[in-house]
């Protein structure tokens, strides 16, 4: 038994560090900088670092704690939103490089084991990759995005079944009929065992927590290991591989089993673990045993397999698109933005090395064929997606979409009127008449207490994208807008502020639920809900004949001694946006203020 | 190297998890429960499980991370406070049984290093088995307790700086005295470095990243990884042990170097990870290797050990206590309650083992050791403190004390009026005239805004033990008890409710910031406050002649038909604390209502 290797560690920890801070810098995930440092300071280039069983042992039970985080990330009814564009893009995007890929390994000479490894691998989609491309983009609001992330999504579970099963016949070996029946049987009591702990002993152990009053966090998180490596080893011993549990596990610990706060401190610490820990050896040191002369060796296999990578992706995934009536343009962007591969990938890799299915040269070619897909989605997906643009069919599609506004006085009526035109507006007061009102005017408004969780629930605050208050209680609209962040994960929100008190806590609270201030900085509120409920204002449109920012045209505003209080702004394509303290108004988009 | 051994790793979390569970249900530490559950599945008695590299290498990060973690939790601010009498505590509970160690094992033909070794572990003072300890015997607030946990850090601090002397010179073998000043230089380098990285780098680290909005908290999780490993390695670079860096470095991740909110939440995290998943192994394995063999071949050093610890501590403790002048009964009191060891002497012991200066019998001794002398802590511990208490001698200190109440109006000052009878008492209100008000009948009365953190600042809300909030407006009274309990940590937070609107929401976020309502379940103030504000009131005092809780308190006055407003308790001392919802009333204890 080697000790305990702390320089080992703190070295790896740093390189990991390190090589993620920098390539996340140009905007690509940690991982891929993890990679390529573990080549340049491990053996294959300076060997300024080897492995160890520290390294080792951390690395693996940070594998199975990623995986279960990333279980715990998969949102089953996220899924089934994305329903028909996804699944086709998931399945086109992984079957046909699969295939391609098994064909290129057993024709070169490779074992049918080795080949459907290879397959796997080059079928994955890596989601980690996805989300901050997304936003460099500017794409989170367009149907590409949902359909990118639920096909990463789908494509992934996808290929963890069809690893399971594979490495379970591996392990056995098995050729006769009766033994694979045992393996089936095997799998089907393992699947059929997580899924009623998940669906009905795990919710049971929650209720029970809950009305025990426990609130320890470490609790939930020692219970939730327990969990995560229970079914770990279940998994290994029905003959799968360990991840496959941890990811099963993960995927049953969602809202619902235990309080949604309790889900998500916990949440936050198997990220920070796998993620912030002990993933990033395991990549470190994936990168240690990557071989560099597969490019003078292997360079005809090596040029083969990333070829099968890209071409199997993206021509599959534009081929079994085509169904989804999306058009083939759109299966493209598709087909570049799944064309990455991540962490999925190289724990399969890492697996098939080692227990000997596939040779050092091949992993290496895994590693580079990760490197080199992952290093292309910037590139090939700012293309396939301008071209979308220029030719108006990029289309946007809100998973969550709308206004829920708090307060439904005249002033957020007339708001509401407005961004009605293009979006679902929901109010909410707790004033019943004010409510009925709303509903007079043909609005939708829930009445009820906005800080009853019910009250919420009952407005669908789930479905929405972004949350106006707009009361003149400044502490309802900072309190209302930690629930909708905090439970309803509803991601933007604009609340006014009054400028009743000095607000400086309620500015810090404002950032913390990453909220920002409607109209101005702040606008005391109470003579403009009395002019629109006297009638008594003006509408008033003007066309910005520059791009400027909301900040600047107030500031405008107040320098021509003009009390005006901006509405909306309106985009060249006639969509109505809120006007908010932090946006900008392109050239040629309008203002509709009052005074 | 050996691989990652999943099963190995659940049995131990498992055993570590339940073993913990049970024996914190009687009251005692987690760590008694993972020695001896270790003591019973591994090895010495049953052999169900073994060590393996998976366990060590997780043990051993678990050690380090948990110095960290202690370190982080030491505020040498409370430490100044306690000063004299905690610091007299600390040096005669170490100093004596330090010193009979030392001597029971070179007397019985050890070696002088072992001696050392077996010295510091008898010396050590357990932290963590305090606390739960005394919220048990409901000692929280007495002198005792807070000389007890500063008794415990400086015991500890002082025990890890003598082990860090002691093993650079076990490592290095040194005798002559070049080597020896070449050890203590480096010492002092390390000291040197480590302190001005504490003091000078790390707050600059912090303020850049401020500066930069950096305000993902992996991040942060990782940077303090890379410093508590990187000063764990710089400690073994210079021939001290590497968990004496990794404790440096968690005391100096301390409140104003990074955000507090996430200082708190990588405390947090570190907590998890050690005492909820790594640590705990560490403990299990431990109790691996025991040798039950002891009892027979070395039960006269066993009784030695054992005696000399009692004894020792005890007698070391009330001897040097006496300048203290708190009276040698206390002292009595504050060495039985810093009997116990923990962590820090089992984490020793282990190094000891694990160089060869200890023996597996000595080792064996020191577990039994720590496990006999905890179990003596709850009841040699109320013994005392009943025996003080019935001598009147049992003296109350908190290092909060009074009331911060938020809300001036006459309801409030009324309250304030008894409770400032015996404590200190501040009001926050937002209304100028009403704060003026207040100062005007003698009140101490900040103006400000209670959600702006520098009004609370300007209160200084750190230094009291209960926030009262007593507005008219439930969401600034649930804002603000948010506000302090995860800014300034008020441990005890009361609020008024109003009935106004449904507060499903609001009860939640109570029980979030681990509030209670304040004289009954809802209350609408504003009549209260009118009354009062007219003088048109009538002040009832009842003696209960029955221990009643205060919640059935109240439904007997509302079966009688009275509308009351129960404001504070008396109690047999005549000391008055606000009528909550969830406290109960003694025996003779009075009653003050309002009707």
Redesign the interface.
Known sequence: ????D??N??IV??AA?GGGALIKRIGYPAILGELLIGVIIGPPLLGFVE????L???A??GV?LLMAYIGMEINFKDLGKASWAGLLAAVGGFVVPFALGYYVVTLSGGTSMAGLFVGIAVGVTSLATKSRILVDLNLLDTRIAYVLMAGALISDTLALIIFAGLSSFIDAGAVNMSEILLIIGKIILFFGFSTAFGLYILPRIGQWMAKKNIEN???Y???L??IV??L??LA?LVGLH?ILGAFIAGVFIKDGVFKD?ITKDIT??F???S???MAPIFFVTAGFHVTLDVFQTDLGLLLAIVGVAFAGKILGTVIFYLPSRNGWREGLAVGTGMNGRGAVEIVIAGIGLQKGIISQEIFSILVFMAIITTLSVPVLLTWSTNWLKKRGELVKQFSREGYLILGANPLALLLGKHLSEHNKVVFID?NKGICENAKHKGFNCVH?????????KEASAKDFRTFLALTV????N??ASQ?VNDTFYIPEKYIVISPI??????I??LQ?VSASTLFSGKVDLQPWIQKTQDLNYKEVEVTSDKKIATREWVKTQFSKNKTVLPLVIVDISGVKRPFRFNDSIEEDEKVIYIV
């Open positions: 038994m080697e000790g305990f702390i320089l560690l703190f920890l740093l560090w492995s160890s069983s520290t080792v042992i951390l693996e039970a199975i966090r470490t609790t998180f020692t219970l290991l327990l490596f229970g770990s080893e290994e360990g706060q936050h610490v990220h920070d673990v993620v912030g820990f707790a009820g207490n906005i800080l009853d969780e019910a009250t919420l209680n400044n502490e309802i900072l309190l629930l008190t000095e607000i400086g806590g309620s810090n609270l913390s």
